[in-house]
């Protein structure tokens, strides 16, 4: 989402924009969603084969400006060696996840050398910012994520009673055990409202099965939905809800749910940490990261009247952002010069 919306603006200031992809199904099918740019997807025989062509794609193009979201092995081993203008993009720290000894190891390596490479640094968050400064003495640009659902027409609502709406991805270092465990202290009595958790991920299987195993009838696994139907679940909640506790890794992503929520314009119960707390200031309900504590509140609101919000959206458009960006970049290209 981050590179396709900068992208998309990107071009509609006039710059000719690329993507460098490898081949796959996921890859192909963005083909379409990207017809505001030229789109390679690379082919190879193994990991080998794939850096060779990326880097001749790469020297074919002969690019202005690289940018690259997330220093990993194979963007990094593409740009190594090369002299061309840099971004380095950050929408989180991969090596702060809950990855194994290895992953880890190779993760803090790139993500090393991204930052002796890139010429312009961009981050998600304001935590990996003063990370940044303090550690390294880096300076970055400031660039968060922002709206990005579009826009659908009134739908009507897919609930039969009262409806909680959580959007996310089932990862193993996900929160959602969270509301899991508060749905089991809420029990099934006719007063708790109905839990509905939308999103794909390795675990989503094992909740399934979770929900089923527990007899927890009030909560439905949706796993994956078409966005017009995600948005009728969001726009149409009583409320939205989100637990993210307050970790390393946490604080330095920008969760692009946060802005989905705020689109749909419902009251949010989440917890204080890092962008959540930036973009949503004191319009959210802010809990403890606890099961307790999400119970609590779940039963306090669902008692409630309650009207919508009226979040500013204002601050959190994609054009905006890739202003912000092509502005840094001139500004740096030009200093060199």
């Known amino acids: 989402m981050r590179l396709r919306e900068l992208g998309r603006h990107i071009a509609a200031q006039g710059c000719d924009v690329y993507y460098l992809m490898d081949d796959g199904p996921f890859n192909a099918s963005l083909v ?8 390679h997807l690379i ?3 193994g990991r080998i084969g794939r850096l060779i062509a990326r880097r001749s794609t790469l020297e074919k193009i002969n690019p202005d400006v690289t940018h690259i979201l997330n220093p990993q092995p194979s ?4 740009t190594f060696g090369t002299n061309r203008f840099t971004v380095v993009d950050w929408d989180e720290l991969l090596s702060a996840r809950g990855m194994t000894w290895g992953m880890s190891t190779i993760s803090r390596a790139c993500e ?22 303090a550690r390294y003495g880096l300076d970055s640009l400031y660039l968060p994520y922002a709206t990005y659902v579009e826009p659908f027409s009134p739908s009507p609502s897919p609930f039969a009673k009262p409806a909680v709406v959580y959007l996310g991805n089932f990862h193993h270092d996900g929160d959602f055990d969270i509301l899991l465990e508060a749905w089991e202290i809420l029990g099934t009595n006719h007063d708790v409202p109905d839990l509905h958790m939308i999103g794909g991920g390795e675990r989503l299987g094992s909740v399934k099965r979770f929900v089923e ?3 927890m009838t009030n909560v439905r696994v949706h796993g994956y939905l078409p966005w017009p139907d995600v948005w009728a679940h969001l726009e149409n909640a009583n409320f939205l809800i989100f637990p993210i506790r ?16 705020m689109q749909a314009q419902r009251p949010i119960i989440t917890n204080p940490v890092g962008e959540v707390a930036e973009a949503l200031g004191a319009n959210a309900i802010y809990v403890d990261p606890t099961p307790n504590a999400f119970a609590a509140a779940v039963r306090k609101l669902s008692k409630a009247r309650l009207q919508g919000v009226n979040y500013d959206l204002s601050r959190f458009r994609w054009s905006s952002r890739a ?3 092509l502005d840094a970049v001139h500004e740096r290209i030009d200093s060199r010069d």
């Open 246 to 261: 307050d970790t390393v890794g946490n604080r330095m992503r920008c969760p692009a749910k946060v802005f989905a929520y």
């Open 75 to 78: 963007n990094t081993a593409t």
């Open 213 to 215: 195993s527990s007899g």
């Open 112 to 133: 090393s050398y991204g930052r002796r490479r890139s010429q312009l640094t961009v981050v998600s968050s304001r935590y990996m910012q003063h990370t940044f400064k």
């Open 323 to 325: 202003q912000e960006l």
């Open 43 to 45: 082919r190879g025989f």
């Open 32 to 39: 379409d969603v990207l017809g505001f740019s030229s789109v």
